[in-house]
């Protein structure tokens, strides 16, 4: 009986997806926190480069 029970427990993926997703995520914050000054600077830059087009445009 308690064999049965403990192949059912080990044969059991219902929490695979959940653990992987979780891993995913903390993959990517830590990247994140990594890459954080360059990613920082490459938003600042397309946001003056939009900026400069956009008032280009508007004149």
């Given at each position: 009986m308690i064999k049965k029970e403990l192949k059912n427990l080990k044969d059991d993926n219902?929490?695979?997806?959940?653990?992987?997703?979780?891993?995913?995520?903390?993959?990517?914050?830590?990247?994140?926190?990594i890459f954080k000054?360059?990613?920082?600077e490459l938003?600042?830059?397309?946001?003056?480069?939009?900026a400069a087009d956009s008032s280009a445009i508007l004149s």
């Open positions: 219902r929490g695979m997806g959940t653990v992987e997703m979780i891993l995913i995520i903390v993959v990517l914050i830590g990247l994140v926190l000054t360059q990613i920082q938003a600042a830059t397309v946001f003056e480069k939009i």
